[in-house]
């Protein structure tokens, strides 16, 4: 099967089920509306790192925009995902090529880094969304509402995406194709460079005694 097929049928499965994650999702009521526990972003961010960036970001654009247009989703979804996903492109330095080994480490502080991004976005929408409903009573009371749902989410967050990353990776990594290439960091803040598994380069020059 060539590799682009193979994309295609994997984004196609991974948004399918972005969606049906987005269609079960939990509401939590409030005396102004109702916060939702949004898991469907945990399909989306992990097959940023699992498949790659663009294919990933990809998935979780259409599946956000499919949830939207089905009324499961509204802005205040919509700019979240969008803040995660920068987030976790930042993260893994923009690009991540399938012939570089993620790590269980890694993939952890990925999960954390979107939990925690997720939870911040999340109670500030929240609390602005309140405010605006209750015509400036303030930000604070709808955040303090919304905390036990905000932060329910970001541990599902930090718990999901870490071993969904890494069996999505596992099925779709690559060895490499020149392992003499130079190697460089590609990522700002977790090092996704780490070729754990890999063949170590041997040195052509021995210091003579």
């Known amino acids: 099967m060539q590799q682009r097929t193979k994309d295609i049928l994997w984004a196609f499965g991974l948004t399918i089920l972005m969606v049906l994650v987005g269609l079960l999702r939990l509401t939590t009521p409030l005396p102004k509306g109702q916060v939702a526990i949004e898991l469907a972003g945990i399909i989306g961010l992990s097959s940023m790192v ?3 960036l663009r294919w990933g970001a990809g998935i979780t654009t259409v599946g956000t925009a499919i949830l939207f247009l089905l009324g499961k989703a509204d802005w205040m979804t919509v700019l979240d995902m969008a803040v995660d996903m920068v987030m976790v492109s ?3 330095g923009w690009q991540l090529p399938r012939d570089i080994k993620v790590t269980h480490r ?3 502080g990925v999960g954390v880094a979107a939990g925690i991004s997720q939870w911040i976005t ?8 309140g405010d605006a409903f209750a ?3 303030g930000i604070m009371p709808f955040m303090r509402l919304a905390l036990p749902t905000t ?3 970001a541990l599902l ?3 999901l995406i870490p071993p969904f990353a890494l069996l999505i990776r596992h099925f779709n990594w690559q060895p490499p194709k020149d392992d003499d290439r130079p190697q460089k960091p590609r990522s700002m803040v977790i090092d996704l460079s780490d070729h754990q598994g ?3 380069k041997q040195d052509d020059h021995h210091d003579q005694g």
Request: charged share 5%; glycine share 10%.
């Open 50 to 52: 699992g498949l790659n």
């Open 135 to 137: 015509h400036g009573s």
């Open 157 to 159: 967050y930090m718990l």
């Open 122 to 129: 999340a109670e500030v929408l929240c609390g602005i969304a």
């Open 151 to 153: 932060l329910l989410t």
């Open 106 to 108: 890694q993939a952890i």
């Open 90 to 92: 930042a993260l893994i």
């Open 198 to 200: 890999m063949p170590k």
